[in-house]
């Protein structure tokens, strides 16, 4: 069974632009994570969406936002960005319909923005 | 909000020398999720405990999640240069609508 996918792996913008991101999530799985990991600061939960909807969100910023496709894939955007959205980005799958299932990570996304 | 305390944020030791990570949850915790992320890597599941008083052996390493269950550590027994790299523990609370809440992270570094 084939993996997270992530794309593209790495990314250069500069202040001000948008960037968007996306994830493939293991086949049959319908909920996709996504998390912004900077040096230190462990994993930032941004937003979970399930079955097209938004299930879950963080505490960021309206400049970020996502959506989800009816094949479960994922797309995450950041308009306008900062020099502080210079992260790693990371999805993860799961089939998001019980308390035990554990999270399946893609390799991320390197965002740097100057 | 729920939470999840991680500590140490960083851990130092000899090869050879055993480590120790401890989580702390403010609300009861449906179980516990344990994930290894490698330098340069992505989190990797690791194990996950659901019973109260549970304890789970994976090798040198030893899994517990605590009697009320909201806490939990993870004991290398040991330490060897492929254990390098950042541990996090995430829950899902009770009622949490599938949100797991994730613990800040230890990161274990080995002394040359």
């Known amino acids: 069974k084939a993996g997270v996918t992530q794309t593209p792996r790495y990314l250069i913008k500069t202040r001000g632009q948008q960037v968007t991101l996306s994830c493939s999530p293991i086949s049959g799985h319908r909920s996709v994570s996504w998390y912004q990991q900077t040096p230190g600061q462990g994993l930032q939960f941004l937003f979970e969406y399930f079955s097209e909807t938004q299930r879950n969100k963080g505490n960021f910023p309206g400049r970020f936002s996502g959506r989800q496709f009816s094949n479960s894939r994922s797309e995450m955007n950041v308009s306008t960005l900062e020099l502080g959205d210079s992260a790693l980005y990371l999805c993860?799958?799961?089939f998001g319909q019980g308390y035990q299932e554990t999270q399946y990570f893609g390799p991320g996304t390197r965002l740097l923005v100057l | 909000g729920q939470q999840v305390m991680q500590i140490p944020q960083y851990q130092h030791v000899q090869e050879g020398e055993d480590f120790t990570t401890y989580c702390n949850s403010s609300t009861t915790l449906s179980n516990i999720q344990w994930y290894k992320q490698r330098p340069g890597g992505h989190p990797v599941f690791l194990i996950q405990?659901?019973?109260s008083g549970e304890v789970k052996k994976q090798k040198r390493l030893t899994f517990q999640f605590g009697e009320a269950k909201k806490n939990s550590s993870l004991h290398i027994t040991a330490t060897q240069t492929t254990d390098v790299g950042t541990y996090f523990c995430a829950g899902f609370g009770l009622g949490s609508n599938y949100q797991l809440i994730w613990g800040a992270g230890t990161k274990l570094i080995i002394k040359p």
């Open positions: 993860a799958s799961s």
């Open positions: 405990l659901v019973k």
